[in-house]
T-cell receptor, first 116, second 116 residues
Framework: EAQVTQNPRYLITVTGKKLTVTCSQN?????MSWYRQDPGLGLRQIYY???????DKGDVPEGYKVSRKEKRNFPLILESPSPNQTSLYFC???????????????FGPGTRLTVT | AQTVTQSQPEMSVQEAETVTLSCTYD???????LFWYKQPPSRQMILVIR????KQQNATENRFSVNFQKAAKSFSLKISDSQLGDTAMYFC?????????????WGLGTSLAVNP
């Protein structure tokens, strides 16, 4: 089954304790992206990756890091989490843009993060 | 910069009736995609329907159809024969078909309640 998986699904942590949210897709997609969803602000892109070892900032990258060592995985790293990073996080993947290619993005189930 | 506006924060409809959700967007681009996503209480983000801007024909997917008015920059979603399982948040999203980033720009959503 084609899918994007995220782990953990729920996490409560304390300020300053490094954490990683994993994202994995089994569709051989080149493009992967992270969003955060906040009430009143909607979904905003954090980082994206066009392919292995190619990553770039989205609209709200401060406080986050990513890596893309393998095509299927795109972990989101919070080196020193703060309460303003409490949010619902989504990972998404798709084929890269190209003539005749599907432009649908597949989303993971979301990770609810609370930083106290 | 592109923006997406959903002017109806909440709507309700009786089961089996038809409801239309509004979405307007602002862009200077000519080549783009528009999407409607559904987010049920499980928080999973589910693609409902998509529209390529270069296609004049409105997209349909079973009970879901859109009214795409490119000149007016309007992209409304019509749900026919509403079902209880349609209760969810609905998000309108825009994606520019230029550049490498497949970033989705989101509206703030419409909360739809289908009443028995």
């Amino acid at each position: 089954e084609a899918q994007v998986t995220q782990n953990p699904r729920y996490l409560i942590t304390v300020t300053g304790k490094k954490l990683t949210v994993t994202c994995s897709q089994n569709m051989n997609h080149e493009y992967m992206s992270w969003y955060r969803q906040d009430p009143g602000l909607g979904l905003r892109q954090i980082y994206y990756s066009m392919n292995v070892e190619v990553t770039d900032k989205g609209d709200v990258p401060e406080g986050y890091k990513v890596s893309r060592k393998e095509k299927r995985n795109f972990p989101l790293i919070l080196e020193s989490p703060s309460p303003n990073q409490t949010s619902l996080y989504f990972c998404a993947s798709s084929l890269r843009l190209g003539r005749g290619r599907s432009h649908e993005q597949y989303f993971g189930p979301g990770t609810r993060l609370t930083v106290t | 910069a592109q923006t997406v506006t959903q002017s109806q924060p909440e709507m309700s409809v009786q089961e089996a009736e038809t409801v239309t959700l509004s979405c307007t967007y602002d862009t200077s681009e000519n080549n783009y995609y528009l999407f409607w996503y559904k987010q049920p209480p499980s928080r999973q983000m589910i693609l409902v329907i998509r529209q390529e801007a270069y296609k004049q024909q409105n997209a349909t997917e079973n009970r879901f159809s859109v009214n795409f008015q490119k000149a007016a920059k309007s992209f409304s979603l019509k749900i026919s024969d509403s079902q209880l399982g349609d209760t969810a948040m609905y998000f309108c999203a825009f994606m520019n078909n230029a550049g490498n980033n497949r970033k989705l720009i989101w509206g703030l959503g419409t909360s739809l309640a289908v009443n028995p």
